[in-house]
Each structure stands twice: as C-alpha cells, then as structure tokens.
C-alpha cells in the first residue's frame, strides 16, 4: 500500500479534493460529544430509577435517550458524507483525517 501523508488543517485550501474528510470529522465532534453527554445524563437517571424505583415523570428519563438517538442520526449523516472525500483523498496520497496512533513526539510518553 502507498504510503499516505498527513495534511495539517493550515493546507486545507490548496487541496484538490473539497470540502477536506477532516472538515467532516471537526463538524461531527459537536454531535458526538453530545451523544456521550445525553448518555452521560441518561444513565444515571436509569441507575438511579432502577436502583431507587423513585418514579420519574416517564419524559425525564426519556428526553436522553431521544437526544441521544436524534444526535446519532445527525452524526450518521456526517459519516456518510465524510467516507467519498476520504477515499478521494487517500487515492491521491494524502489524509486530512487525524491518525489513530500518532507517532510519540515532544511531550507524548
């Protein structure tokens, strides 16, 4: 396999290939870090209702859970119109998408 290069966010412009897979990736964060806050919240209110059998209104624990679905959708979405920019870019030899195990450098054990 080709070896495929790393570009920093500062040379998104000149790229061939727009909007860049990691313009994708900064737009989900936002909705990922909400599923995991919605899920955050939802279950301790499930923890605390099975543990307790304190009787919530039935919405309150209900609301999480629908947020968390809704931001799935939306984060889904962002994926699908990530994957086709992605590819693109790793046929030219280059990735604006972060690696998953970058190499250790300064300050990194």
Known sequence: MAEVRFVPRSEWDTLPVQPPAGKWLIRAVPFIKGILAALGIGAPLALIDAATHYAFPTWIPLVPLWLAIALCA?????????????????KLGYTTWPERNPAPGPGRG
């Open 74 to 90: 939306v984060a889904m979405v962002i994926a699908v119109l990530a994957i086709r920019p992605y590819y693109a870019e790793r």
